[in-house]
């Protein structure tokens, strides 16, 4: 089969009534170009968001329309080649963070990030994915991580962290009530995390444990957009959740891992979970609530919070962080458009894990640079690794002053001692 | 030329008339059926909060432009709104479209005096005019648009522009620019399900399917 047949078929396997609907409604307005940190800070219009959709629209048009099954037949039909997949495959990877902005303004009604996440599994069929990404898909397949942390490195970590906290951090406990997964990243670069987890659940007396057989919670196949792999590496959770015979499943501090394995995940399998999925902030927010957190002393400084796409417009965690933050600080400073119109870091999606995009990603932080330069703090507060990592590098290229933080482990630093 | 004004004119309003309204209504079935046709995998992820409500919201809500976005391009917004209010109270509240609608539908409603619907309709073509403008233009407009939109555009243009001219008695003999005014309308009916255009129903599903999902998820849009 050609690549044109490969993408086409691909594309035409993706469309379902809202597909159908979407590719309906526009009427090329371009209002979503106001919404996409791409266009606004290259203001290059091939960022625009609809565009970015335009060869799924083509196929769509070619294979699913009247007048366009017409025109095929009798051969005015714009084929989509090879050239067109490689100029469209940096514009929906390199271009795109999935961040969702655009699905939310659209007057249409139409869920473009949605469609591009759709749009990449025929990038993938027809092969054409950029290189970095590639790799990691294939560490996180063979060896388990896109960062190719394995096992002995993660119990590594966990002996430093147990030094350092005190506590012992519970591996394969059949039966506890909530299975903690973990990013890479946060293993090899925020270990503080899990410390701050073992701190937290300790004090509110929480049954967890981690599984040796299924600790990542990052899926390298949402990100590059192969279903196939995705559901893979959701499998691997699900037989580890269920063998350790969990009642929850917690996602980290990971925007598009809770993406991955709360809304994607029962969707890939093809079945319902056995178990529940809490985002960390989701759980923290409940502990709260049900007063089973006692925080002491408060925290002076002023500080802005980044909330990460995935959970504000893709998860709904919006007020979970802040009224966590409300337990030992008054200092926060909301940048402008905070809560579910939030500008991306501009590092998700799958754009910190390509090298290729990495100049593109450092001119759309300017966006993030503004934002919090905005509110005159230099201390910020997130929610998830890869925006933590992509913040800290766009601070480190523009020389800004800003200290960054995670959240769980503020958290953990103003608990009550237990009794 | 004035017998021939007349037989061009009773046929357009009659089976041209006919004619197009059955293609528009069947057209529009057949893109409404083929839609619903292809389904929608069931969510097997657990909703955070109820999706059919988010949906029907969203489909009310966008309406109205989103937060903050307004004023990022407040000629787009405008120019927008304008165009299609002022498109639907020229259809439906100029006297003769409401008899011409009441002999398909068999009810009627009040009329609009005619100096409303005249200056309606230039504002209305003002708007477009600055729509058109506006898209060849501004940067992100000009490359996203294709030859399909400056051809829906100039088929929406045409029924305000033959029935401003036909009312206003310029241009053309009367009777016959009341012809091209109708048959314009017929093409506008005709191509209203097969092009663009199709979006005067199709965003209704748009909207309640991207609602009802980042609805499920307890994000209101």
Redo the contacts between chains.
Sequence with gaps: MSTNTIALNAFVEQMDSSMSAYFQSCTHCGLCAEACLFQTETQDPKYTPIHKIELMKRAWQQEMTLTGKLLKSIGLAKPITDDDLSEWEKVVYDGCTLCGRCSMVCPAGIDISGIIRKAREAFVASKHTPEGLRHGTKRAMELGSPMGVQLPALLAQLKHVEKDTGLSIPVDVEGADYLALLSSMEIMYYPEYIGALAKIFDHANVSWTLCSEAFEATNAGIQIGSSDLAAELVERIVSGAEKLKVKHVISPECGHAYTAIRWEGPNLIGRPFSFHVIHILELLDQLRAEGRLKTTGSWDESFTFHDPCQLVRKGGVVQEPRHLMGMFTTGLKEMPDAGVMNWCCGGGGGVSANPRAEDLKHIVFNKKKNQIEHTGVNTLVTACANCRMTIEEGAEHYNMDLNIIGLTEKLAEYLEPNQ | MNIDSITLLNWARGSGFEWALAIFIFGTL??VL???M????R????A??AETSAGVR??FR??A?????FS??PL?HIA?ITFHLGFFLILFFYTPHIEALKTVLGFSWPALPNSVITATTVVTMIAMITLLIY?IT?????????GH?YF?WVISFLPLLTGYLAFNHALLPYTLMLALHILSVELLMVLLP???L??FI??F???????S??GR???S?
């Excluded at chain 2, 969510?43 to 657990?46: D, V």
């Excluded at chain 2, 599903?205 to 609602?211: H, L, T, V």
């Design positions: 057949y893109r083929t839609l619903l292809l389904g929608r995998k969510n097997l992820a657990p955070k909060s969203t489909v966008r309406f432009p989103a937060k903050g976005l990022k391009a787009l927008g898209r501004d940067p992100v407009r000009r490359f996203i648009s294709d939109d829906i097969f092009t663009r199709g979006h199709a965003i599903f748009a909207r309640f399917y991207s609602g999902d980042i998820k307890g994000v849009s």
